[in-house]
Antibody, heavy 118, light 111 residues
Framework: QVQLVESGGGMVKPGGSLRLSCAAS????????MSWIRQAPGKGLEWLSY????????YYADSVKGRFTISRDNAKNSLYLQMNSLRAEDTAVYYC???????????WGQGTLVTVSS | QLVLTQSPSASASLGASVKLTCTLS???????IAWHQQQPEKGPRYLMK???????IKGDGIPDRFSGSSSGAERYLTISSLQSEDEADYYC?????????FGGGTKLTVL
């Protein structure tokens, strides 16, 4: 069955960096667009970044543009999010999601918690 | 600007039905959306894609109790025969050329 497993979360100081990973299984990873989405404590869902199947097309939300970088390694069935210049407001659970074309985020991981605090 | 608006909360009794609403911003009446369910302390779960004409395609294993409908800029999620496990947050989501948008979510309480 389809599985998305995020890892790499943890506690980091403001201004620090963190790299999240998402391991995919149960489907042909290279065939699907992928996104990162986050959820601050007690808040709603916020889309952050999208990457096409080959990685040639990438989009970011304004809130993370210039600080976060999405990438993928289709040979390793993995999605990544490099997060730099982290702020307290980046504290959230980060989810990776499989995007079905024009159908929404069809599959979700269980999330990984990132806490930015001094 | 592409925006989705949801009521913050809703409630209904066990065994009853409830209809949740997601409203698309002006000029976006023809957009399809997706509905997601998030049970407490869990990741979101895809429920369905809902088109502007009310047709919908549900995700794997989604019970028949969940259905969708549309009217103008409104997109609806109806849950019938409410069960205790339906108590959750429900989010609508849509997409543009280079943007993906979520509504603020509706917290459903099953009484």
């Amino acid at each position: 069955q389809v599985q998305l497993v995020e890892s790499g979360g943890g506690m980091v100081k403001p201004g620090g960096s963190l790299r999240l990973s998402c391991a995919a299984s149960g489907f042909t990873f290279s065939d699907y667009y992928m996104s990162w989405i986050r959820q601050a404590p007690g808040k709603g869902l916020e889309w952050l970044s999208y990457i096409s199947t080959s990685g040639s097309t990438i989009y970011y939300a304004d809130s993370v543009k210039g600080r976060f970088t999405i990438s993928r390694d289709n040979a390793k069935n993995s999605l990544y999010l490099q997060m730099n210049s982290l702020r307290a407001e980046d504290t959230a659970v980060y989810y990776c999601a499989r995007d079905l074309i024009s159908s929404g985020f069809y599959s979700w991981g269980q999330g990984t918690l990132v806490t930015v605090s001094s | 600007q592409l925006v989705l608006t949801q009521s913050p909360s809703a409630s209904a009794s066990l065994g009853a039905s409830v209809k949740l609403t997601c409203t698309l911003s002006s000029g976006h009446n023809n957009y399809a959306i997706a509905w997601h369910q998030q049970q407490p302390e869990k990741g979101p779960r895809y429920l369905m894609k809902l088109n502007s004409d009310g047709s919908h395609i549900k995700g794997d294993g989604i019970p028949d109790r969940f259905s969708g409908s549309s009217s103008g800029a409104e997109r609806y999620l109806t849950i019938s025969s409410l069960q205790s496990e339906d108590e959750a947050d429900y989010y609508c989501q849509t997409w543009g050329t280079d943007i993906w948008v979520f509504g603020g979510g509706t917290k459903l309480t099953v009484l």
